[in-house]
């Protein structure tokens, strides 16, 4: 995949691995490397009942449209191109940390058609997500709000807004296909509950907003899954929780951390049973193997790999944890302290 557009370009066909885990491997071939990306299918037991109420397309597209941006990125190989959205006032411009990365220069195309320079805020590779500041007239910044990912129901309207292959301003329209995917960032980590969609997201789509029927950025369109490179109806944003965490430590320190724990669950079990526990990280210090079983973290039942990573998501490094588990059919408990996700998954 080129660098400024989806993480997923050209590949093979997705190709199911693990019994009964749901997951799809898929390559993306970019003009110089390729990337293996994973997206893992997570089971929910219930749904809230979709909202019949809201805007139109096109009244999504005016409301948003300004606020949507074009970015062309310098790097090793040339130029390539992106999308992004104003997120304030001063100018922060959200994207995917792989349409800006390694660029020697970035250039943001406003919807009136003016371009100015920006430079690199922050970026978190783990999550795919960065900020830039564009040199800009605050009379020229239209922020777009960041809706609730936490409140959408399969089946929403939503639409994207971008530049695909360098067409600036396009709209397409679809819906939330499913909920609570995981995809793999570009250093390896999870990035999950990602949100699902069929609304047509090519090359140039990536770092644009998904919006949903109140205008309002409920993720950012990061990959798709194809055969033929293009859009096949198979998209994948960012959700709109983990980028306002994200964006918010990126504005504030530069950079992004997250709790980490330190094991790796097994995709093929029904439950969170750990397939390894890596040496030296927290849960190795508290005991914890591979075989464990995890049923609650805080007192809070968990029974799936997606509740597991979410509720280690909502901490911070430096936190406390108690851990429940089963070993040997008896259940035990542990108090965990975690620590800071290392730059790289551990091997």
């Given at each position: 995949m080129r660098r400024a557009t989806t993480l997923i370009g050209t590949g093979a066909a997705a190709i199911a691995v693990g019994a009964g885990a749901g997951i799809a491997v898929y390559a993306g071939v970019s003009n110089h490397s390729t990337t293996r990306t994973i997206v893992r299918e997570v089971t929910v037991s219930a749904q809230p009942a979709v909202s019949a109420t809201g805007l139109d397309a096109a009244?999504?597209?005016?409301?948003?449209?300004k606020g949507v941006v074009e970015i062309t990125v310098t790097v090793p190989e040339g130029q390539a191109?992106?999308?992004?959205f104003v997120y304030d006032s001063n100018g922060n411009v959200v994207t995917n940390y792989h349409v800006v990365q390694d660029s020697s220069s970035i250039r943001v195309a406003l919807s009136d058609g003016s371009s100015y320079s920006a430079s690199l805020v922050g970026a978190d590779p783990s999550t795919d997500l960065a900020v830039i500041k564009v040199d800009a007239p605050s009379s020229k910044l239209h922020p777009l709000t960041l809706g609730d990912s936490k409140q959408l129901s399969v089946g929403d309207p939503v639409v994207a807004i971008g530049a695909p292959f360098g067409l600036a301003e396009t709209l397409t329209s679809g819906i939330v296909s499913a909920l609570h995917r995981e995809m793999n960032s570009p250093n390896g980590f999870a990035i999950s509950d990602s949100i699902q969609t069929d609304a047509a997201i090519?090359?140039?789509?990536?770092?644009?907003p998904l919006l949903d029927s109140s205008a309002h950025v409920i993720g950012v369109n990061t990959q798709i899954k194809s055969d033929s490179g293009g859009n096949e109806g198979v998209g994948f944003a960012?959700?709109?929780?983990?980028?306002?965490?994200?964006?918010?430590?990126?504005?504030?320190?530069?950079?992004?951390?997250?709790?980490y724990l330190g094991v790796k669950l097994d995709s093929t079990a029904s439950n969170a049973r750990l397939a390894q526990v890596v040496p030296g990280t927290p849960a190795a210090k508290a005991g914890l193997r591979a075989g464990d079983v995890i049923t609650a973290i805080d007192g809070n039942q968990v029974s799936t790999i997606d509740s597991v990573q979410s509720a280690i998501s909502s901490k911070k490094p430096g936190d406390t944890i108690e851990v429940t588990y089963t070993r040997g059919g008896q259940s035990h408990t542990v108090t965990v302290k975690l620590t800071t996700r290392p730059s790289t998954p551990p091997a």
């Open positions: 009244q999504i597209y005016r409301s948003a449209n191109q992106g999308s992004g090519n090359h140039g789509n990536s770092g644009g960012i959700p709109s929780a983990t980028v306002k965490n994200v964006v918010t430590q990126i504005l504030q320190t530069g950079q992004a951390q997250h709790a």
